[in-house]
């Protein structure tokens, strides 16, 4: 039931993707279409948005889970100065209010002179992400048994060939939860966004805030419905390729 809850708020977008308004408005139900699916970039100026929020959660997911996971292994692998600050650094982003850290980056960026943009969208977006990935790729090599890789070495294996082949499949989960969370969190931001972003530059969430005071067209609907679908698609696979796995074995 408490699933169900969670997920109703998905399924009402999804049934009004479907819809007709007769106003400006998606609020209330009139008829039955599939103009909107047909024809998703027929609003002026929203599937560029989209277009650009994809290019920067893709890169920033690239660049977080890159420089998380050997920020991840380092800190469960590795006793050194400062590790126990580093460790208590990295949550800060995750509990100070978001409207905190995109004032920061803001100022910083100000400070230094650098033109607001993309590039500083992406970097903004990176910082932020970087922490979740942390996390989530922290916990899962916490949980690996280091056995495994001194088997390896036993068995002649070098030490790039242990990490591909031993390492690598076993913290795999935690890195691919690490990236699917960064590409949720920066395709979804809109404060960080909006303190970084220049004038020509708009995100999708940017779009949607702005369409949001004369009226949200349904394509938004349909947008939102088809990342809903392609999320519960690439869980639902997990799922069954983890089966297959575990029967093999």
């Known amino acids: 039931m408490a699933l169900g809850y969670l997920l109703l708020p998905n399924l009402v977008v999804l049934a009004y993707s479907f819809n007709d308004p007769a106003g400006r408005f998606n609020h209330q139900w009139q008829s039955f279409s599939t103009e909107a699916w047909t024809n998703p970039c027929a609003v002026p100026e929203m599937c560029s ?5 994809l290019r920067i959660a893709l890169l920033a997911t ?23 600050l580093a460790q208590s ?7 100070m209010p978001e409207v905190v850290m995109a004032a920061s980056v803001g100022t910083l960026f100000l400070n230094m002179r650098v033109e607001f943009g993309f590039t500083t969208i992406l970097i903004a977006h ?6 979740f990935v942390i996390v989530a790729v922290k916990a899962r090599v916490a949980s690996m048994d280091p056995r495994l890789e001194e088997a390896a070495r036993d068995l002649y294996a070098g030490p790039v060939q242990a990490f591909v082949r031993v390492t690598l499949p076993i913290a795999a989960p935690g890195i691919a939860a690490g990236a699917m969370l960064s590409f949720a969190l920066s395709f979804d931001d809109f404060i960080i966004t909006q303190f970084n ?18 009226g949200v067209p349904v394509q938004v609907n349909v947008i939102g419905s088809a990342m809903f679908i392609l999320a519960v698609a690439i869980v639902l696979a997990g799922q069954i390729l983890g089966r297959r796995r575990a029967a093999r074995v």
């Open 197 to 214: 972003a220049g004038p020509s530059t708009v995100t999708f969430p940017m779009f949607v805030w702005g369409a949001a005071q004369r």
């Open 89 to 95: 650094l990295i949550f800060l982003p995750m509990a």
């Open 126 to 131: 990176i910082m932020f992400c970087l922490s």
């Open 62 to 84: 690239l660049v977080a889970t890159a420089f998380g996971t050997l920020a991840a292994f380092a800190l469960v692998r590795y006793r050194f100065k400062g590790r126990n």
């Open 49 to 53: 948005a989209l277009g650009l929020s």
